[in-house]
């Protein structure tokens, strides 16, 4: 096993991979911004170093900085976490030419699944159900032509990145040159690659995913699914797992179609398929997140197997102990996401000194999360400040359970979103597991869905 990991990022995710870590006897190092010098994850971790000022491009994306960091501490490998450099073919390549480990998939398989083109062909290959769309298409009269075929309402995706940049969608084709460009045009500005491709506008649709784990004993495990419908300008804001309103028929099927898959790719370590679920019960493939997910503690909660230690012990070239026969889903588990945002005035990010702050508890009940009184929080990051879980019996349970955590989470010196948490599970529309991915349009007022 591993003695020494050096974690790659920062914030909730930083301090997740360090508990795993001490749990597991494994030192860790902490890399940190000049503007996180006080952040709790570089006190928790037995090493820490600062890679440089506060932009993340000068930081947490200087690759250089972060192996050197890594071989200054003689630390055998590298856990990217989330966001940043964790599904960079680029990294996870000069990792293993630095012979540090990355724990995660090849970089081989991360640049095949991140280039969207590349991972529909691959998942139409694998016999895996794939939204109506295109291959990469550059000329915007061709597109036209190509998208009038497809019919309205579409999605001009990127090819790189994801993040809900670089996603347009064009009702009708007297608009579609317009957003056919911007949609480049973003995607060039944030990914440094313009490409993108139409795929069919998909209405009344669950955001289903499968978490997988693969190990490099051609073991496939599905540790069940996760519902991420809720969502704001594609970012989620709660998830759920299990899914509502979904057979076992469908999921069974949606788990041995995702296992086909990664099997088919020779896909190594944690990783995600999301599929989109209509009406009728068919599902198509979305996208392949190569890294571990953000709602990856629900699954936690109702497996009971921690996917961040499974991690490292796949990295370590450990096989897994148990097989599919095994994963039994108890219980329901929701997730909260507490972002520092403004919901009253359009969910700008807000940032301040935590003058206050009461964390929630009780049985099963759980909060991730990067804050701690005193704590100022720097305008140079994601607004994702914190984390709430929570597990029962039962969704109804679970949904009371959440209400009652979010009530007793108190966050004084900044705006942020427990509130709209609270709308939501109140949501008649929730409650009945009666939603879909235009929840947050349909349910609220404008100030919220713009």
């Known amino acids: 096993m591993f003695s020494k990991i050096l974690i790659a990022n920062r914030g909730e995710i930083a301090l997740r991979i360090i508990r795993a870590c001490k749990e597991m006897g494994i030192a860790t190092v902490a890399v940190f911004s000049e503007a996180d010098a006080e952040s709790l994850h570089v006190s928790l971790a037995d090493e820490s170093i600062c890679i440089g000022p506060a932009p993340a491009t000068d930081s947490y994306l200087n690759i250089s900085a972060i192996l050197s960091a890594a071989v200054l501490t003689g630390a055998e490998a590298i856990h990217p976490g989330y966001g940043l450099l964790s599904e960079s073919p680029k990294f996870a390549k000069l990792c293993t030419q630095c012979e540090i480990a990355f724990i995660g998939p090849s970089w081989e398989i991360i640049e095949k699944m991140g280039d969207k083109d590349q991972a529909r062909s691959s998942m139409e290959a694998a016999g895996v159900p794939i939204v109506p769309g295109t291959d990469i298409i550059d000329d915007p009269r061709e597109a036209q032509k190509r998208a009038d075929a497809i019919g309205y309402p579409l999605l ?180 909260c996401r507490i972002n520092a945002e403004d919901p009253l005035h359009n969910f700008r990010p807000n940032c301040g000194t935590i003058n206050f702050l009461h964390v929630p508890g009780g049985p099963w009940v759980r909060f991730d999360t990067l804050l701690y009184q005193g704590y100022t929080i720097p305008p140079y990051y994601d607004s994702l400040v914190g984390k709430l879980i929570v597990h029962s019996k039962t969704r109804e349970l679970s949904i009371r359970k959440m209400k009652a955590a979010l009530c007793e989470l108190v966050i004084e010196g900044i705006e942020h979103t427990s509130q709209v948490q609270l709308d939501i599970l109140s949501n008649e529309l929730f409650v009945k597991g009666d939603y879909y991915t235009d929840f947050m349009e349909v349910a609220f007022d404008e100030t919220l869905s713009e």
């Open 156 to 335: 001009v995706k990127a090819r790189s990145g994801g993040g809900g940049k670089g996603i347009r969608r064009v009702n009708k084709s007297e608009d579609f040159i317009n957003e056919f460009q911007l949609a480049s045009q973003e995607a060039q500005n944030a990914f440094n690659d313009g490409a993108v491709y139409l795929e069919k506008f998909l209405t009344r649709v669950k955001h289903i995913e499968i978490q997988l784990l693969c190990d490099h004993h051609d073991n496939v495990v599905a540790l069940g699914e996760r519902e991420c419908s809720i969502q704001r300008k594609n970012q989620k804001l709660l998830e759920e797992s299990p899914a509502t309103s979904i057979t076992d028929e469908i999921r069974q099927s949606m788990m041995a179609v995702s296992i086909k898959a990664a099997k088919f790719i020779g896909y190594e370590n944690a990783g995600t398929i999301e599929f989109l679920l209509d009406t009728e019960g068919n599902y198509y493939f979305m996208e392949m997140n190569t890294r571990l997910q953000v709602e990856h503690p629900i699954t936690e909660m109702v497996t009971g197997y921690d996917i961040v230690k499974w991690q490292i012990r796949i990295a370590d070239g450990l096989p897994l102990t148990f097989s599919q026969e095994d994963i039994q889903i108890r219980g329901h588990a929701i997730e």
